[in-house]
């Protein structure tokens, strides 16, 4: 519990995140043949999204994210900045954050005979790279993740929603250097909450989406060799909160 409780205020820090979620998708298909590919612009990041129901039971989905300075920490909800005398880069004109992220899974769609309501779960795995790079500091982070997803959702003519709730663990390799130039790395595992809101407004094929989503991470080993290591410095950080704005066509 010390190490969870250590780690939350990282969630908070002034620098880039080093993991940025996936806004999860959540097609709710109907039937055999439909395909769906949808964009959007969110807090952090801009996303793209495949998806295919290519027979009676099973689809799958492709996802992917990029982050290219403007979309930093300083435009994450739920940032601090700190208070320190620190002066801070912005990387929103300088560019040197990215963030690129892609995932693929495969599912089964109508788990339930419910007319009203769509059920339908996902497995997958992806991958990420984080790099952020000032004058004397750089961090470097590179994870595998793997996940299980679950969809519950409504039609209603021109209106959607739903839910998504997402379990993953994910694999970090992360390394960094202090203001000397000396270089540390850390591989760990970390767990991750994410639960997903969202609707759809529109017409028959093409629907405006907005989604929210929550990512709460728990790492599963002991953060003694950072701690040590940063303190006060706050490199390694996830985004906690996330909002986008879309477009979904359907066909």
């Known amino acids: 519990m010390k190490k969870i409780l250590y780690f939350l205020p990282l969630l908070f820090s002034g620098c880039a995140s080093m993991y940025i979620p996936p806004m999860a998708s959540a097609p709710l298909f109907e039937e055999k043949g ?58 929103s004109i300088y560019g040197k954050y990215s963030h690129r992220y892609f995932e693929a899974s495969v599912g089964r769609f109508n788990l339930t005979d419910n007319e009203n309501f769509k059920l339908e779960a996902f497995l997958g795995a992806g991958y990420g790279i984080a790099d952020e790079v000032e004058s004397s500091e750089n961090y470097h982070n590179k994870y595998a993740l793997a996940f299980a997803q679950v969809n519950l959702g409504q039609h209603v003519n021109w209106f959607e929603w739903g839910t998504s709730v997402r379990l993953s663990s994910s694999l970090n390799m992360f390394d960094w250097n202090d203001d000397y130039n000396k270089a540390y790395n850390q591989n760990f595992y970390m767990f991750h909450f994410e639960p997903m809101i969202f609707c759809r407004l529109g017409g028959e094929h093409l629907k405006f989406e907005p989604r929210v989503g929550l990512s709460l991470p728990v790492s599963s080993s002991s953060f003694d060799f950072i701690e040590s290591k940063i303190k006060d410095s706050d490199y390694y950080r996830t985004t906690l909160l996330h909002v986008s704005l879309g477009l979904h066509y359907k066909f």
């Open 34 to 91: 439909e395909k769906q590919v949808a964009v959007s612009v969110s807090s952090n990041s801009v996303s793209l999204s495949f998806a295919d129901a290519f027979s009676e039971k099973y689809a799958v989905m492709l996802d992917g994210n990029v982050s290219y300075g403007n979309f930093t920490d300083y435009n994450d909800a739920f940032t601090k900045k700190g208070t320190s005398s620190r002066s801070y880069t912005d990387l």
